[in-house]
Every structure is written in C-alpha cells, then in structure tokens.
C-alpha cells in the first residue's frame, strides 16, 4: 500500500522496495542496516532475540504505589464525568508488568482533578 501526504491511510511515500522485508524473522531492516553499516558487530545488527524492556512504573504503581494510586484514582472517581469513568475504574484494577492501564488511569485523575481545580478558581 502506496502512501501519500496528509496523515493516515494512503498518506506517506512508500518505502522503497529494498527495505521491504521479506523474511519476517529479519525485521526492523532499516535498523539492521544502520547498525551494520555503523560498524557494529555481526552478533549485534544480525540478532533475531527480542529484546523488550518494561517500564517500572507499572510494578510500582501495583506494588509500593499501589495505595498512593487507588487514592488518586479513587478521588478523581467522585466527581469524574460518564465519559472517564470506565478509564478510572479500570486503573483500580492490578495489571501485569506491560500493562499501561493504571497509568493512563492516574493520568486521567490528574487533568480531571486540574480541570475542576481551575473551574472552581
């Protein structure tokens, strides 16, 4: 699929056909390339291991942080509109070490909580 300007579908120039990846074990080839011609080693741009790294911030907020967050949650709940409840409601339930959901939660929180401030200012 062709893209052109203008965001979204059908809307940035193609790559070109060389960096198409065919063998989808080789991903990231442009990465790969960079790497290899950067002068890193072999083991280094050819690796096909993932390598993730996951935030703390999650095993935080769902372990020492854990009260600190369903306060936070748990007030902005009080007063939060129909439409951020679902969000907040879902940010008082523990997620696994990937999970962004309580995060996104407490952020929620926090501008609801700043919004309702600056109304009553």
Known sequence: MALRRGGGRGSCPADPAE???????????????????????????????????ASPIPTWLNGQLAAWANAQITTALADAPNAFRPLLEGGLKPGGRFDRTRMQALMAAAWFSNEASRATA
């Open 19 to 53: 960096y198409k990846i065919t063998d989808p074990a080789q991903g990231e080839r442009i990465l790969r390339d960079a790497a290899k011609a950067l002068g890193l080693p072999h083991e280094i741009w050819a690796s096909r291991d993932k390598l993730g790294f």
